[in-house]
């Protein structure tokens, strides 16, 4: 018997599998991974904690909201590198600026009761949906997550923002009603709570 038969004579079933699934691997591509930047959720519940308690030491006119996200200002909203949408087809780079900032926004609230967005795409508008595996998440959890979302619909509507004039008698504050940011919040907050309630 030649050498390499005799090691082929002796290669276990174990060994003969993993040189298979060696071999399957290489023409498989790897499952993606989040990146480093993304709202990992439990990051989301820490952020969400301090969001709230910086809404509640607001006095009912002050201007100075903090903003569902990284940061907690409007800026983090349009934060292309928080996001992970590994089943839509277009590059979250390519997205538009109103899907980056709702899309920011619903994965903060996701997040903040441990859940994770899963993302959809219709064709051919492109709208972006947010979603979350209902499979996975529990009964409390999703409660939780209207409650949360129920709170921000009335916070974020532009009327109770047009109140946050820091106790200006010159009328509503119209900057912060039309805020493309703030009413992405507001929308964001919408379309979410009627997945969450579907």
Known sequence: ????????????????????FSAFQSFCPPKPQPPATWLRPDEAKSLYKTYTEKWAALGPTDPNVPFPGRGLNARSLSKRDSLYAPNISAAVSTWSEENVLQANVQAFFLGA??????????SPSR?????????????QQIRELIDVLKKEKV???????????????????TALQKDERARAVFHAVCELMEVAQA
């Open 155 to 173: 916070r974020w509507h532009s009327d109770r923002l047009g109140r946050r004039n820091g106790g200006s008698t010159d009328g509503p504050n």
């Open 1 to 20: 018997m030649h050498r390499s038969d005799e090691r082929t004579a002796k290669t276990s079933p174990r060994a003969k599998a993993s040189e298979h």
């Open 113 to 122: 009761v441990g859940l994770s967005p899963v993302y959809s795409e219709t």
């Open 127 to 139: 709208k972006l949906t947010t979603s979350f595996d209902k499979a996975k998440a529990s009964d």
